[in-house]
């Protein structure tokens, strides 16, 4: 079945730092990938997503590049700040409706703590 | 626009109780899905509803069920609770028309089992 595996955490950054959290799949079909972000105490929320091979999704400063060759979507920021405090959750969604409606297939999750 | 709902947001149960969950989507949208997070196995699918009808379901056993009213609005339940039910179970709907893969998550209500 579909598979998502993230890189090991927790990350501890400073300001300013580049930040790279590294983001594998598996998967039969052609799926969608995304990154999600949950923030202390809060739901998920979308960050940003990739539909086709080369596809670049961003938000906010962060991007993620959909690689088909090597099966990746990694997530990376140039600076990151205090804000970007939170577990971030690689994903991804088999299009082809049917036994996909409403599933996507998460990643373990990687704490990202930012110091001042 | 509301976001989506959930409630209630903390509830302890003891083993073989049952529970009631409840979410409210985001107006307008159809499909609500379910997932179950956990430290150890992370965020697993439960099911999916849209227009009051199943139409995804995930790998858990049979005391695990939902419905969905006319309204949208869904419910989960969980029979003869486990203490391995003990999570954070969250709610996020979407429109339904198609599948793209972007879900809007409620807060979540934690369920502890004692």
């Known amino acids: 079945g579909d598979s998502v595996t993230q890189m090991e955490g927790p990350v501890t950054l400073s300001e300013e730092a580049f930040l790279t959290i590294n983001c594998t799949y598996t998967?039969?079909?052609?799926?969608?990938l995304f990154w999600y972000v949950q923030y202390p105490g809060e739901g998920l929320q979308l960050l940003l997503k990739?539909?086709?091979?080369?596809d670049k999704g961003s938000n906010k400063g962060f991007e993620a590049t959909y690689r088909k060759e090597t099966t990746s979507f990694h997530l990376e920021k140039g600076s990151v700040q205090v804000s970007d405090s939170a577990v971030y959750f690689c994903?991804?969604?088999?299009?082809?409706?049917?036994?996909?409606?409403?599933?996507?297939?998460f990643g373990q999750g990687t704490i990202l703590t930012v110091h001042p | 626009k509301a976001g989506v709902t959930q409630t209630p947001r903390y509830l302890i149960k003891t083993r073989g109780q049952q529970v009631t969950l409840s979410c409210s989507p985001i107006?307008?949208?159809?499909?609500v899905s379910w997932y179950q997070q956990t430290p150890g196995q992370g965020l697993q699918f439960l099911f999916e509803?849209?227009?009051?009808?199943?139409?995804n379901k995930g790998n858990f056993p049979g005391r695990f069920s939902g419905r969905q009213f006319s309204n949208s609005r869904s419910e989960m339940n969980v029979s003869t609770l486990e203490l391995g039910d003990s999570a954070l179970y969250l709610c996020?709907?979407?429109?339904?028309?198609?599948?793209?893969?972007?879900?809007?998550f409620g807060e979540g209500s934690r369920l502890t089992v004692l």
């Open positions: 990739a539909t086709k091979a080369d």
């Open positions: 107006s307008g949208h159809r499909s």
């Open positions: 998967a039969t079909g052609y799926p969608s």
């Open positions: 509803y849209f227009s009051e009808t199943q139409r």
């Open positions: 994903a991804l969604s088999d299009s082809s409706g049917g036994t996909s409606y409403g599933k996507l297939t």
């Open positions: 996020a709907s979407s429109s339904g028309t198609g599948w793209a893969g972007e879900l809007f």
